[in-house]
């Protein structure tokens, strides 16, 4: 039976029944506005919780491997939306066959086959998830799987839900296969390497690459992993790395860009533990790095020349008024209104705490830099 094709998620969930046209407008306004990815933004704006929004993943999944027809599981999906119950339950639930879709994910394949250890599989889920990228390439990319085996795994998944093969036969078939191939750090895309991105953007020597790799084949890390609890690279340099990585692989982005990107992310020095609590719009453009002494100064002038009368402290209060300083940016610095408005969105986003101060600075950074994070997922 040849591979049913997919839409994409948005349309999908319009097609089962779950999202309105109007709620999946607006998703993707956020996403286009912000550079959020799509499913993200589902999630931000309360049409999907996480789990169903795996749910949905999944189904998206067994629809392309021809597990299951398109009506069954828009039903099932509906169930789990509507029940919060998981997929395989609510395919059960409607007298569907759904033994063979239980403990199906790739990530529980391979760690079940000692493929990846649970613990390298909770840090690459954490990777994949503000990414938006492919679990498999998160594990290649991260130096744990040859891209080889990621292929092997998910064709032996794709036998595991026809029914053609045992759950613990392709368990063992993917640990054989593991056993057979040597680990090295290739993303696998016949592009760039996660270890070469970070030297071309001057963040790491090759000394430091060798050494890292080197310590995490030894403490059984993966590369990515090591790199970020040695306080090497910060979480939010590798998720922009894994991005940029897929963007390069899909001729999206230069390795120039791409370090320009890097580099960015990298120069934004944000305390976890600090209280953000007041931060206002003016503090988040300064601490992302685009608002810098000089647009300040811009600003300034124009906002004394349509008010001259105003008082130091009417500046101080202008300048901490999200509305005012995004109107008045967008007049100083006309080639600048989508990635000011998008830093309105992703401002307004960590204000009401939907999104963390790191991760909407990431975001920023990229569009910052001309590139959307959701078009790397």
Do not use: W
């Amino acid at each position: 039976m040849p591979v049913q094709p997919v839409a994409r998620l948005g349309t999908l969930l319009q097609e089962f029944g779950v999202l309105g046209a109007d709620a999946c407008t607006k998703t993707e306004e956020l996403s286009a506005y912000s550079g959020l990815p799509f499913g993200k933004c589902l999630i931000l704006l309360e049409q999907l919780s996480e789990n169903d929004l795996k749910a949905v993943l999944e189904a998206q999944s067994l629809l392309r491997d021809n597990i299951f027809d398109r009506n069954s599981l828009a039903k099932a999906v509906q169930k789990v939306c509507r029940d919060h119950v998981s997929l395989p339950d609510a395919l059960q639930s409607l007298g569907l066959q759904a033994k063979n879709t239980r403990r199906t994910r790739l990530g529980e394949l391979l760690a079940d086959a000692q493929a990846i250890s649970p613990e390298q599989l909770a840090v690459a889920l954490k990777a994949a998830d503000f990414s938006a990228l492919p679990l498999g390439h998160i594990l290649t990319s991260f130096d744990a799987l040859e891209p080889a085996l990621v292929d092997y795994a998910l064709d032996v998944q794709s036998q595991i839900r026809k029914g053609v093969l045992a759950r613990a036969a392709g368990v063992e078939q993917i640990r054989q296969a593991n056993l057979q191939l040597s680990i090295k750090i290739s993303a696998g895309s016949g592009h760039f390497a996660l270890g070469e991105i970070l030297i071309f953007s001057k963040l790491l020597t090759s000394q430091q690459i060798e050494e890292a790799i080197g310590a995490a084949r030894a403490s059984k890390q993966m590369i990515g992993e090591y790199l970020v609890e040695s306080n090497l690279i910060s979480d939010e340099t590798l998720t922009a790395a894994l991005c940029v990585q897929n963007l390069i692989g899909a001729h999206l982005l230069s390795i120039d860009s791409a370090c320009d990107v890097i580099y960015s992310v990298a120069k934004l020095k944000v305390d976890p533990n600090k209280n953000f609590e007041g931060l206002t719009f003016q503090d988040f453009l300064k601490v992302s790095g685009y608002l810098t002494n000089s647009k300040l100064r811009t600003v300034m002038s124009k906002l004394s020349t349509d008010n001259p009368n105003q008082t130091l402290d009417d500046f101080k209060h202008s300048l901490e008024d999200t509305t005012t300083l995004r109107e008045t940016l967008t007049e100083c610095f006309p080639d600048d209104v989508s990635l000011v408005n998008a830093g309105a969105v992703l401002y307004q986003l960590v204000h009401l705490q939907k999104l963390s101060l790191n991760q909407a600075l990431l975001t920023f950074a990229f569009r910052k830099n001309g590139v959307s994070i959701a078009t790397a997922a």
